[in-house]
């Protein structure tokens, strides 16, 4: 076998890994765009509840008739919170599957080059271009970025399994801790790093 076939099946998998992962990434991130304004609602309802708690029903002459009316609203009130909870839970399931996909094509990625190692040579994958990164460049990039959406999904889990409704403040605050994730974990990161990728894509 030519010196330069095992190569070439390497980065023929990196070129079909990428777009893969650059079309999981709009998928992720219009997800969770998706997930701000449901993480409002539980907030709002949060703050509807909380306000509930506060008045006295029995204190207000015309709710008197209605002795039953402060349970009824908490119950209405928690079957719209599992409502939207549901349509979380859909979300985040989601953005299980995006990690999910990226990394079976990232080891797939990686199958490849291991079933090619030993012919390719480390000088053919340490070799790099003024427009173009080395294959070990590129191999360790994807690497990165599958472990991106790992910690990324984990974190949104976390957060969506903490919601306990007896503490409303904690859930009043949850579009802001969605946001923080995002800040925290630089979410232009998979862009930025696809962009090193796009000379040798278009070779």
């Known amino acids: 076998m030519p010196a330069e076939q095992p190569l070439l099946a390497v980065q023929e998998a990196l070129r079909k890994c990428f777009p893969v992962v650059q079309e999981q990434q709009g998928l992720w991130l219009d997800t969770v765009r998706d997930c701000r304004p449901l993480l409002h609602s539980l907030s709002n309802l949060a703050e509807q509840m909380q306000a509930a708690q506060r008045l006295r029903f029995k204190d207000v002459p015309a709710l008197r008739a209605f002795p039953d009316l402060q ?100 859930i009043q605050a949850l579009p802001k801790a969605w946001d923080q994730i995002s800040e925290d974990e630089h979410q232009d990161f998979v862009e930025d790093t696809l962009l090193n990728f796009s000379f040798f894509l278009k070779e």
């Not at 009824?72 to 979380?88: E, F, G, I, N, P």
């Not at 949104?156 to 409303?168: G, H, N």
């Open 71 to 170: 349970e009824r609203l908490r119950r209405q009130q928690l079957h719209s919170a599992d409502v939207v909870q549901d349509q979380l839970a859909a979300r985040l399931a989601i953005l299980l599957k995006v990690r999910d996909t990226v990394s079976n094509h990232v080891e797939q990625v990686f199958q490849t080059y291991e079933q090619h190692a030993g012919v390719v040579g480390i000088d053919a994958v340490l070799q790099f271009s003024d427009v173009s990164l080395s294959v070990s460049d590129m191999l360790e990039q994807l690497q990165d970025i599958e472990r991106h959406y790992r910690y990324s999904y984990l974190k949104r889990k976390y957060l969506f399994s903490s919601i306990q409704w007896e503490d409303l403040a904690g």
